[in-house]
């Protein structure tokens, strides 16, 4: 090889070498992936967020439970309908649940209000998938480092290989006897 031949090496080499490091650059690092994902994770609520916004919700027991001793309609009807006295409308109304009774019975239960303010902050499912979107799967993530190494180990082979012409070319001209 000529001085020409290895200058043009060597503008190739310096190509190469440009190229890979504007290529390298526009991936992310470790810690900007860390960061985007905990960014993404960081407004979702967490297990324990949300069982302490539902626990203080009554259940569907306590609130059958609440509602059982409770007289309906169908069975206060027929026992008034036929008593005509007050007397024996007390007498008839005293083994029924009074106002205070029922209110102490319904006053533990969650108001829709309580309900709707302690369901609001939580995540919609909606808004889950939209904060999950963005972020690459670990599937993908494998997937693109994978060809990332790929792609650079032929790029080092390549520069291995203009390297050992560069130095053998080095030493063609050093063995060479001036003159």
Known sequence: MNDLATAQVLRNLDERTSRIEQRLHSFPTREEMNEAIRVGVEPLATREELRAAIQPLATREELRAAREPLAAREEIRPA??????????????????????????????????????????????????????????????RTGIEEVKRHTRILFESVRDDIRLLAEQVVGLMNRPRG
């Open 80 to 141: 008034v309908e036929p008593l005509a006295p007050r007397e024996e409308l007390r007498a008839a109304g005293e083994p029924l649940a009074t106002r205070e009774e029922l209110r102490a019975a319904v006053e533990p239960l969650a108001t829709r209000e309580e309900l709707r303010a302690a369901v609001e902050p939580l995540a919609t499912r909606e808004e889950l998938r939209a904060a999950g979107e963005p972020l690459a799967t670990r599937e993908e993530l």
